[in-house]
């Protein structure tokens, strides 16, 4: 197999396939082996959006002149001189160029798919089906509620907070004489809960007596009188609510699409990966990995490969290494 030129192996880095600099009988501009070509500027061109156009200059002539000269230029500049510095030879180049094939896999997997297996609107309608809940959230009524053994507390608790600095007296009873430890400090807040009893806090459940109750009552109202909560007392205190929410099909194809995507893509990767270890995986050693030290914030230790100092030929725009950083 012919050896890769360090150069074609540094532009992948610079965001150029190799055959964007191709050969060409009539290159616009030569830097040391590579050629651009006027296909060449005309692809960079086309990618460019207008109103980056309009900003680079202000004519055609002007606009293909500093993009040859400020971008694809100083890019061919940039990798002879890695070439020079062999920076191609460095542990760290070969990982960037793994990286940027992975992704490149991923991006080819990705279009495989959305080519061969796209999502149809049969396909949207089933998962919505599916997945019904995930699209309607019914009504909702946010509560404070205050738990406690005492029915004569919990009546002078109510007493309380319907009177002058209501809301003061509540948080303080909340506070001091709550069983609910983990909403003392909060006003006994239990934030929405919905009529079965759950809460839009996934691990909080609560007695769907409580819904009940605040049913009864106006936003912003205090429940009239106690009531039994399991074996204690409650008392509630309905602070809002939210109508039911109810999404359609149209209105939620468009995230369902990109789910189904992903899903598939994923899978495609698993199947991949499942393919290709038994062809290429020739050895894992995990009794080596004991041997992998890492620092005490969990990075792994690493050292810093030294940079290369080289002073810039006269005329150059290229940065040149200094005391204070690259100028």
């Known amino acids: 197999m012919k050896a890769r030129s360090p150069i074609r192996l540094l532009l992948p880095l610079l965001g150029f ?11 616009v501009a030569t830097v ?40 694809l ?25 793994r990286e940027i094939l992975r992704q490149a896999m991923e991006r080819e997997l990705r279009a495989e798919i959305e080519r061969e297996k796209p999502v149809t609107s049969d396909d949207v309608k089933h998962y919505f089906e599916a997945n019904r809940t995930r699209f309607e959230t019914p009504r909702r009524i946010r509560i404070w509620r205050i738990l406690i053994d005492d029915e004569a507390l919990a ?23 709550s069983l609910d430890k ?38 912003g109202e205090l429940v009239k009188e106690p009531f039994k909560e399991g074996l204690h007392w409650a008392v509630i205190w309905r602070r809002g609510s939210a109508p039911a929410i109810t999404r359609t099909v149209a209105q939620e194809e468009g995230s369902i699409r990109q789910v189904l995507t992903r899903e598939r893509v994923e899978k495609a990767r698993q199947d991949l990966l499942a393919e290709l270890k038994p062809k290429y995986l020739i050895a894992l050693n ?3 990995l004991e041997t992998v030290h890492f620092e005490n914030d969990g990075t792994a230790a690493r050292q810093t490969e030294p940079r290369a100092v080289h002073a810039a030929p006269a005329g150059s725009s290229l940065p040149v290494a200094g005391e204070r950083g690259t100028r």
Do not use: C, M, N
């Open 182 to 219: 983990a909403t003392q400090f909060r006003d006994g807040d239990l934030g929405f809960v919905h009529e079965d009893g759950k809460t839009d806090a996934p691990t909080l459940r609560v007695d769907p007596v409580l819904f009940a109750s605040a049913d009864k009552l106006a936003d």
């Open 286 to 288: 995990e009794g080596l």
């Open 32 to 71: 040391g082996k590579e050629t651009i070509s006027a296909a060449d500027l005309t692809r960079r061109l086309a990618h460019i959006p207008d109103f980056q156009r309009t900003a680079l200059a202000e004519s055609s002539e002007k606009l293909k002149r500093q993009v040859l000269e400020t971008q």
């Open 73 to 97: 230029v100083p890019e061919l500049l940039y990798a002879q001189e890695a070439e020079r510095l062999k920076l191609a030879e460095r542990p760290s180049f070969a990982a960037r160029e």
């Open 155 to 177: 009546k002078t608790i109510l007493t309380d907070a319907a009177g002058v600095d209501g809301l003061k007296h509540w948080s303080q009873h909340a506070r001091e004489d």
């Open 17 to 27: 396939s190799a055959s964007v600099f191709a050969a060409d009988a009539k290159p």
